[in-house]
């Protein structure tokens, strides 16, 4: 029996399964998958951030080479030193928003075999009902991972991109911010809840109609996946392994109608 919560009793299971996932992955062994994920992670953020820091300086270089206010005196001197500290500043709040948006989608996409085995394993220690281990069926899984992760990536990019006109308008723009941010955590959550779509063997127009179902849980569990994501240096770690197990906590829970 499978029941139907609003959005707000979704939201909060959904919450509340990241607090039982986390006993849950100690409790169970599946603290090995941290490994893992430390790596992964250590590799993204370092090279993530040097990567945006290069094309923030090159861009800021290019512009102040062809714009060179220095070469004056007086009131050319001062519009040089300000225009510097715009583009210094400026440009690297809009790499590192793009890079910290990004980066939550590479490590969906680099993760998808290791959050596709902790969702199955989470699962199979729940329920009892053992998955046995197939090569071909496990190379479909992380293509479809790396599939839903793109196409929210590009959802979510076609909409920030409509934000930087929509965001000059009044109330219209601050409120285009807010659903920005909503999207986002939708997503995230979509690519938690669709390991367990996957091994009910649901198409992904399937998997989108069930998670539109249960879209409070998608926008919860993205929720705090963006929250812990946001931890420096370790939040790709932690969420890496406890998303997948909150999600996977929270859909069969709401599976079993308790």
Not at 2 to 20: D, H, N, P, R, W
Not at 92 to 106: A, D, L, Q, R
Not at 131 to 136: D, G, R
Request: charged share 15%; with cysteine; glycine share 8%.
């Amino acid at each position: 029996m499978q029941m139907q919560l609003s959005f707000f009793e979704q939201f909060g299971l959904a919450i509340k399964s990241y607090v039982t996932a986390i006993s849950f992955i100690f409790d169970k062994g599946l603290w090995k998958y941290f490994i893992y994920s430390l790596l992964i992670s250590a590799l993204l953020v370092f090279g993530g951030f040097e990567i945006a820091k290069k094309l923030s300086d090159a861009i800021e270089n290019g512009v102040l080479f062809y714009v060179n206010f220095n070469s004056g005196a007086g009131t050319l001197s001062f519009l040089g030193d300000a225009l510097h500290f715009l583009l210094n500043i400026g440009l690297k709040i809009v790499f590192f928003f793009i890079f910290s948006t990004f980066s939550k989608y590479i490590l969906l996409i680099i993760m998808s075999p290791v959050m596709a085995l902790i969702s199955e394993r989470t699962e199979e220690i729940v329920t009892g009902k053992i998955y046995p281990f197939n090569i071909l069926q496990f190379m479909k899984d992380i293509l479809r991972g790396v599939i839903i992760a793109l196409r929210n990536m590009f959802i979510e990019f076609g909409f920030i991109f409509l934000g930087f006109f929509i965001v000059w308008i009044p109330v219209i723009g601050w409120l285009s911010t807010l659903f920005l941010f909503v999207l986002s955590y939708y997503f995230y959550g979509f690519s938690m809840i669709d390991y367990f779509s996957e091994r009910r063997r649901l198409g992904i127009s399937q998997s989108v109609r069930y998670v539109r179902k249960n879209k409070g849980l998608a926008i919860g569990n993205g929720f705090i996946f963006s929250l812990l994501f946001a931890i420096p240096f370790i939040g790709g770690m932690i969420v890496a392994v406890v998303a997948p197990v909150a999600a996977c906590i929270a859909v069969l829970e709401i599976e079993k109608g308790k």
